[in-house]
């Protein structure tokens, strides 16, 4: 399994000790079949042929994530798609600080966080609309910055990052334990909204401990479960993959 990205490698690791027969099919693109008792499942890392195309599709499209988060009673931020500059500006004054980012995802050089200037807007737009999508302006919101991975309808791990001095990439602690109801129970209804088996849900909140304010920020459909090593991801993975393999963790 050498040159396999660590979350294919982790899951096909915790499946080879199940017995489940795995085929790698493109190791640089992370896709490998997984099979058991007649039953075969095509994977790419964390995303699984039990997410449709449709929902993941649907997640590529930022806008139309909010949309959904937003029908389904979620706290997310305000959004708007950038229109006239007097629109725009106006938006940016009712906020106070917003991040400019293009409606699909991937790529992150072209987000621009804390705009607080009509001139910075104006640059961030401009920024944002060289990815060849729409923009979306969308007020930016404080918090502690709280990754929760769902699995099956139900809370895997759960992540705070914290800012480093800057020299080093930002630090992590586990907080999967200890996360307060109502953050557990957004993350669980964000992945039935969005008709996601798995998902990696951005927050921000204030407290991972209380039931205080919070607000889904962005979502990823393909986590990187092994950044969670403290938490037994790739065994939940395959709990919802392979029912009959499963064991008690």
């Known amino acids: 399994m050498h040159g396999l990205e660590p979350t294919s490698k982790?899951?096909?690791e915790e499946a080879q000790r199940r017995?489940?027969?795995v085929e790698i099919l493109a190791p640089r693109a992370e896709y490998f079949r997984l099979r058991h008792s007649g039953r075969m499942l095509?994977?790419?890392e964390s995303l699984s042929e039990l997410a449709t195309g449709v929902a993941v599709s649907r997640c590529d499209d930022q806008h139309i994530t909010w949309r959904m988060l937003h029908a389904a009673g979620l706290p997310v931020p305000a959004q708007m798609g950038a229109a006239s500059e007097a629109q725009n500006t106006a938006f940016l004054r009712e906020h106070g600080c917003v991040v400019v980012k293009p409606m699909r995802r991937g790529h992150p050089d072209a987000c621009t966080v804390g705009v607080v200037s009509e001139a910075q807007l104006?640059?961030?737009?401009?920024?944002a609309a060289a990815a060849g999508s729409g923009v979306l302006i969308e007020q930016q919101v404080e918090g502690l910055a709280l990754h929760v991975v769902v699995i099956g309808d139900r809370v895997a791990a759960a992540t705070v990052r914290e800012p480093s001095d800057g020299s080093?990439?930002?630090r992590q602690r586990d907080v999967t334990d200890?996360?307060?109801f109502e953050i557990r129970e957004a993350a669980c209804r964000a992945a039935r909204a969005l008709e996601l088996p798995v998902l990696d849900l951005s927050m921000r909140v204030s407290s991972v401990h209380d039931n205080g304010p919070h607000y889904l920020v962005d979502v990823d459909e393909r986590p990187e479960l092994a950044a969670y090593a403290e938490q037994p991801t790739a065994a939940r993975f395959l709990d919802l993959?392979?029912?009959e393999t499963a064991t008690k963790h």
Request: proline share 4%; net charge neutral; with cysteine.
């Open 42 to 44: 095509l994977c790419r």
């Open 122 to 127: 104006a640059e961030a737009i401009t920024r």
């Open 241 to 243: 993959l392979f029912p």
């Open 178 to 180: 200890g996360l307060a």
């Open 19 to 21: 017995g489940i027969a």
């Open 168 to 170: 080093a990439a930002d």
């Open 10 to 12: 982790l899951i096909i």
